[in-house]
């Protein structure tokens, strides 16, 4: 093992250099809407042909975005993740020149940040226009999955390098999830994905109560505290008996998917930890049971859906390296994490690019390098992996009193 996790961390710090030489900008498989061409037209002011318009781009294995005049951009999540990995290996290696790299990539976070006016409290979205079936969100206005990813790469960095600012913004973005996205409708309570919008979703719901918790009683919030238990007990009582969780509540969010579960899964294992509370135990054991015997294949492939390994998608087989060792964590957990980041590797990698594949299709394989979906994602998980390993061969208590939901009472271990 000492050997493959030397050469995984080579592969980690070539993968991170070519990132840099990008600046961390690129392509998103959603921002299509971008395009400087359809801009230009009044074709753009039909909801419909945006909604074509953007799932060509998703769907399309070749990238048409430099033909459609889409520039290649930083992406406010991606940006957050990859602060996320820097402290990893920071953690890991002690080498300044990661945390200078994540303290510059937060300065550039700080000048994204939703209007002030109007959100009050610190939040963040995409940089693109985004149509979907149920909404339209414009570019900047914010969302509780960018927002919940962005604040915990600025308190795990404020925390490490002690800028209570950081902090200060981090836990400020609580309150924005609280008073803006929180929502009783339909016989629920949740937190919507964006404001003024009644998609009930859990992971994304599930999120915004895990860091409302965190901050809450980081904050001694009490009401913050309770309404994310609210909250969260809503999508628990929507888990299934076999352990599982549809992506939402509308007609067509009716599937059930790999790294959404685990989103879901990693989520309450942060409010638990936060809260030092039991009562999601049950609930996250089952859903980890259901995961762990559903979405991987003997080799360590990860699966997109509960029926289906297609697509073969680098997002799942990061988020399975989260949920495997932070809400799992058993040696058992741990050979199928080798596995799965092993299979990665060997599927997903393009050495002689510096990047990994955004998708295998049955018959086709999508290469476009997306910035967020992919290789901030690639690079988060691995060097948490290399993190997680390497600590493990030196005897380290991991438990680190950080909000990333790897404390050491996982209901498995």
């Not at 919507?192 to 904050?219: D, K, R, T």
Request: aromatic share 14%; glycine share 8%.
């Amino acid at each position: 093992m000492q050997i493959y996790l030397n050469e995984i961390s080579v592969l980690n710090r070539e993968f991170l250099s070519a990132i840099q030489a990008s600046g961390y900008a690129g392509y998103d498989p959603f921002d299509s809407l971008n395009s400087r061409l359809l801009q230009a037209t009044p074709l753009y002011r039909n909801e419909w042909v945006r909604l074509a318009w953007l799932q060509l781009g998703k769907r399309s294995p070749l990238n048409l975005r430099p033909l459609l005049g889409v520039p290649k951009k930083r992406n406010p999540k991606g940006v957050g993740l990859f602060i996320s990995g820097l402290l990893q290996d920071c953690r890991r290696t002690g080498e300044a020149r990661y945390l200078q790299e994540a303290r510059e990539l937060a300065e550039w976070l700080l000048t994204q940040r939703s209007d002030a006016q109007e959100w009050t409290h610190s939040c963040w979205g995409y940089h693109f226009d985004w149509q979907a079936r149920a909404f339209y969100v414009p570019a900047g206005k914010p969302n509780i999955i960018t927002t919940c990813y962005v604040a915990r790469g600025l308190h795990e960095l404020g925390q490490l390098t002690g800028d209570q600012l950081l902090i200060d913004i981090a836990l400020d973005a609580a309150r924005f999830i609280s008073a803006h996205l929180y929502t009783e409708a339909d016989k629920r309570c949740f937190y919507a994905y964006i404001p003024g919008e009644q998609a009930f979703v859990h992971n994304a719901s599930l999120w915004g109560a895990a860091w409302c918790a965190f901050a809450g009683q980081q904050l001694g919030d009490a009401g913050l505290v309770e309404q994310a238990l609210r909250v969260a007990r809503q999508s628990v009582s929507e888990q299934a008996a076999d352990g599982s969780w549809v992506y939402g509540a509308r007609h067509h969010h009716q599937f059930i998917d790999g790294f959404h579960t685990g989103y879901n899964l990693e989520a309450l294992c942060l409010l638990r930890d936060a809260l030092g509370t039991d009562e999601f135990d049950t609930c996250i054991a089952k859903g980890y049971r259901y995961y762990v015997d559903t979405f991987f294949e003997p080799d360590g492939t990860t699966k997109y859906y509960n029926s289906s390994v297609y697509p073969i998608d680098m997002h799942s087989f990061a988020q399975a390296v989260f949920t495997l060792l932070k809400v799992g964590g058993t040696p058992d957990d741990l050979a199928l994490c080798d596995k799965v980041v092993q299979r990665a590797i060997e599927l997903m990698y393009l050495p002689d690019k510096g990047q990994f594949i955004y998708q295998k299709t049955r018959w086709l394989t999508n290469r476009i390098n997306y910035t967020r979906w992919t290789q901030a994602w690639a690079y988060y998980s691995l060097a948490f992996y290399n993190r997680y390993r390497a600590e493990l061969q030196h005897g380290k208590n991991r438990s680190d009193g950080l909000p990333d939901g790897s404390g050491k009472h996982g209901p498995n271990r």
